[in-house]
């Protein structure tokens, strides 16, 4: 079945510093990628929908200056946390659907990053 | 805005025993909605995803229902097995958004 590979899977980093996670799904062409955040005994909230091609549609309360996302082909998207700190250490986790994202089509996650920012 | 509920947030039984684990939603309008399974430290395990159209889906010792109307669903594990200790996330999906996830429920069976 579809896979969705994420890497790292855990990355830890320095306060300052940019960090960059990446999702590739491996079987099939993802038109659509969510990027999903969860803080310690939180829901799973989404931060960014990006369509390939397309800048990344952000959130409420989510910077985009911060998170930057790049969606430049249809397998990969990458999300880059610029000038990390410590409250930025959270389990990041992406999906990728093959649709436009509405009705059924069915969303793959990949295994998640954990980020601690030290 | 949608918000996904689920009850209990945790849950701690005996192995054998059949549970029911509670979702709910606060926009009916949903294309469908998904159970999924957390473990420590790992990614998220689809489950099973029932369309908006539909009212159950099993698989296995696992079965989940849909009322749309009334913005439920449940998570019903028969014969519970050490295994199955996990955090449980419901989520729906509204349109071409992203899903909303509830905060899960965790489960522990004890051997």
């Known amino acids: 079945g579809a896979v969705v590979s994420q890497h790292p899977s855990r990355v830890i980093c320095k306060s300052g510093t940019s960090v960059k996670i990446e999702c590739r799904s491996l079987d099939f062409q993802a038109t659509t990628m969510f990027w999903y955040r969860q803080f310690p005994k939180q829901s799973l909230m989404l931060m960014a929908t990006s369509n390939e091609g397309s800048k990344a549609t952000y959130e409420q309360g989510v910077e985009k200056d911060k998170f930057l996302i790049n969606h430049a082909s249809l397998t990969l998207s990458t999300l880059t946390v610029t000038s990390a700190h410590p409250e930025d250490s959270s389990f990041y986790i992406c999906?990728?659907?093959?649709?436009?994202?509405?009705?059924?089509?069915?969303?793959?996650f990949g295994e998640g990053s954990w980020l601690t920012v030290v | 805005k949608q918000e996904v509920t689920q009850i209990p947030a945790a849950l701690s039984v005996p192995e054998g025993e059949n549970l029911v684990l509670n979702c709910s939603f606060t926009d009916s309008a949903i294309y469908n909605l998904q159970w999924f399974r957390q473990d420590p430290g790992k990614g998220l395990t689809s489950l099973l995803l029932i369309q908006s159209s539909q009212r159950e889906q099993t698989s296995g010792r696992l079965n989940a229902s849909l009322d749309k109307s009334s913005g439920r669903s449940t998570l019903y594990i028969a014969a519970s097995q050490p295994g199955d200790s996990a955090t449980y996330l419901c989520?729906?999906?509204?349109?071409?958004?992203?899903?909303?996830f509830g905060k899960g429920t965790h489960l522990i069976i004890q051997p």
């Open positions: 999906s990728a659907s093959s649709g436009t994202g509405t009705s059924g089509n069915t969303i793959y």
């Open positions: 989520a729906v999906k509204g349109g071409a958004d992203g899903l909303t």
